[in-house]
């Protein structure tokens, strides 16, 4: 079992940069294709970013492509997402998960997932 633990969220403006991690303890990282959801105050829970094992594959939201960056160092048990050119719909809660079996854009098949991290963007 893997525990996960979101950090560097916070308050930025417009056309500003933020970069998230995850941390996992308990389990090998490399374990896990990982993903990052956000989910924003009465909407529902939406895919980000994705990444696979070894970090070879990545797969992104089309309103974050370009924008995001999602990277992952298995020697630090740790994962990114690089944020840049923020905008307002940006805010949200990310969320860091971890996929045993496979990788992808939904969330249900991912097994273990982070206690969040608030991200909000002013104009």
């Known amino acids: 079992q893997v525990q996960l633990i979101e950090s560097g969220g916070g308050l930025v403006q417009a056309g500003g940069s933020l970069r998230l991690s995850c941390a996992a303890s308990?389990?090998?990282?490399?374990?896990?294709?990982m993903g990052w959801f956000r989910q924003a105050p009465g909407k529902e829970r939406e895919f980000v970013a994705t990444?696979?094992?070894?970090?070879?594959?990545?797969y992104y939201a089309d309103d974050v492509k370009g924008r995001f960056t999602i990277s992952r160092d298995n020697a630090k048990n740790t994962v990114y997402l690089q944020m840049d050119s923020l905008k307002p719909e940006d805010t949200a809660v990310y969320y860091c998960?971890?996929?045993?079996w496979g990788w992808g854009i939904d969330p249900e098949p991912y097994d273990y997932w982070g206690q969040g991290t608030q991200v909000t963007v002013s104009l």
């Open positions: 998960a971890a996929d045993e």
């Open positions: 308990g389990s090998t990282l490399s374990n896990y294709a």
């Open positions: 990444i696979g094992w070894s970090g070879g594959n990545t």
